[in-house]
């Protein structure tokens, strides 16, 4: 344990932010770093509880929480760091971009502020950088097994590294021009800069992992050649088809799917190329944002950086507790009202609002929307809820430039899909076995094409999962 009485001696602190007239200037992370004296101090709030919920029931990698807590009060960073790499191949990562759930399950956010779990992962890893304790581990053997994984985002990357760890040899194609995946062309550099990705993937390139970009299976090489050249497929395509809303006025200038506008500004920063004439840009502009989750905000957060003139962001859904409510009890996710960085940032934010019409200049340019309150009911006994509109609350919102945040349906059901006969199940996803394989022998899927949209944590959890299933596939082969 660390400190018997460390969440009775310490209060819960998290790491500063940015000024926000600074931060707005610039596209450089918006959170601050903690002191690591502050983080032991943090880490003795650990309670070790008898059954640890942050890590059985919180983290969908089963970080373990307590140890590494208490290594961290101990002041044994180095075996802190073991313990987080036991579980997560990339704590960076999700120690600046996890929304941690094993916060909401940690027990003492029953009667008080939880452990500032996330923040001490992240202070691990980064000294585990700062004193080069990460360095490559490469296989003891060789296995020549050859494994294909289509897609490098978190849960195609995580995969790769434990196959080429395991000895297997692994190539991961990737039709964009660099790996990550949502990482790094969805996740605005404001939460996650780039070169934390870069410093990760030479790791891996050190591992043995081979990356072919600029690839897109299915339109450049074909499944056939790969099922042929490899003795496991693994596809960890993400859930890249965008839900639309085909409502009159669908077609008119200015209204983009989010991701469109976000890859954008990702490849500017970069410094990749964006043709003037594609350019989605919210400088001047009234922008309206529809949809109320985090891509939304991650567009708030950009079109505030380009200089939008105003910035709304609209939900269909009501506006959510301040605190968690009795149908929601610990150790549960909460449905709360979350404000993000972005949020701080400057944005009006609307909830119970159906947009019914895009409303354009001559038909051409968007002007604004039609929109119109609505009342939700009370869960039915299945939980489910419907609206009615209410009397008389239409209303007209100005807009320039609307992006469409409204989440993912399922994969792109595009060439590849269709080429191999992938089954799909009823929402459009890949359907798997319980060893991860789709309808085709030795082609393996994960995370969101075959979940739905996610989160980073649990496409890690994925690729690690499925790593296993294929590992055990290709030795099931030596036998
Ligand atoms: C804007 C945005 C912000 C987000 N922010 C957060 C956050 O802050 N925290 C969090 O936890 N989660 C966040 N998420 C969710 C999270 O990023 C995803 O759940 C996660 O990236 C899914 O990982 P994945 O590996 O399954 O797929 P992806 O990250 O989508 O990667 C799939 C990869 O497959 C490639 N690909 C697809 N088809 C082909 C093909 N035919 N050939 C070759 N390559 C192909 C794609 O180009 C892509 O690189 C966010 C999502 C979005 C959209
Ligand atoms: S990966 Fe996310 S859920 Fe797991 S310990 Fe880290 S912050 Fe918590």
């Keep these: 344990m660390a400190k018997p009485t460390g969440f009775l001696e310490y209060v819960r602190q998290t790491a500063p932010k940015r000024p926000v007239p600074q931060r707005v200037q610039d596209w450089r992370e918006v959170e601050g770093h903690l002191p690591d004296g502050t983080l032991r101090e943090q880490a003795a709030r650990c309670m070790d509880c008898g059954i640890p919920f942050c890590h059985a029931f919180g983290c969908p990698l089963a970080n373990r929480i307590p140890e590494f807590n208490e290594m961290v009060y101990r002041g044994d960073w180095e075996r802190a760091l073991e313990f987080l790499h036991a579980t997560n191949n990339f704590p960076e990562i999700t120690g600046r971009v996890c929304p941690a759930p094993c916060e909401a399950a940690c027990t003492l956010s029953i009667g008080a502020e939880p452990v500032t779990i996330r923040q001490v992962e992240l202070a691990v890893v980064e000294r585990g950088w700062r004193e080069g304790l990460i360095g490559p581990e490469r296989p003891h053997r060789r296995t020549g097994r050859r494994v294909v994984v289509v897609g490098s985002g978190p849960a195609g990357l995580a995969a790769a590294q434990q196959l080429a760890r395991a000895g297997h040899e692994v190539v991961v194609f990737e039709k964009s021009p660099h790996p990550g995946g949502i990482l790094r062309y969805g996740i605005p550099d404001f939460k996650l800069e ?30 056939r050649y790969l099922a042929g050249k490899f003795d496991a497929v693994l596809l960890a395509v993400g859930a890249e088809q965008p839900r639309d809303l085909t409502i009159p006025g669908r077609g008119l200038e200015g209204i983009h799917f989010a991701m469109d506008f ?5 490849r500017r920063v970069a410094g990749e190329d964006v043709p003037d004439d594609d350019a989605i840009w919210a400088a001047g502009r009234k922008v309206v944002v529809v949809g109320g989750g985090d891509t939304g905000s991650d567009c708030v957060g950009t079109a505030r950086r380009q200089g939008a003139a105003a910035v709304t962001q609209i939900e269909l859904l009501p506006e959510p507790p301040a605190q968690r409510s009795a149908d929601c009890p610990w150790p549960a996710w909460p449905t709360i009202k979350r404000t993000s960085s972005s949020h701080e940032e400057g944005c009006e934010r609307l909830w119970s609002v159906l947009t019914k019409e895009f409303i354009g200049h001559g038909g051409i340019d968007v002007h604004g929307l039609r929109c119109v309150r609505i009342a939700w009911s009370e869960p039915d006994a299945d939980g489910r809820r419907s609206f009615e509109e209410v009397p008389d609350s239409e209303f007209h919102l100005e807009a320039d430039l609307v992006l469409l945040a409204l989440g993912f349906v399922h994969v792109r059901h595009g060439s590849m899909v269709t080429e191999a006969g992938l089954a799909t199940d009823d929402r459009g996803n890949l359907k798997v076995d319980a060893h991860g394989m789709t309808s085709r022998e030795g082609v393996f899927a994960a995370s969101d094409c075959v979940h739905g949209a996610s989160l980073v944590v649990r496409a890690i959890a994925g690729g690690r999962q499925v790593a296993e299933h294929i590992d055990d596939y290709l030795r099931g082969d030596d036998e």
């Design 194 to 223: 780039k070169w934390v990705l870069d410093r990760r993937l030479d790791q891996m390139r050190a591992e043995g992992v081979a990356f072919e970009t600029g690839v897109a299976v299915g339109d450049d090489v074909s499944m």
């Design 262 to 266: 976000l890859v954008q500004q990702n």
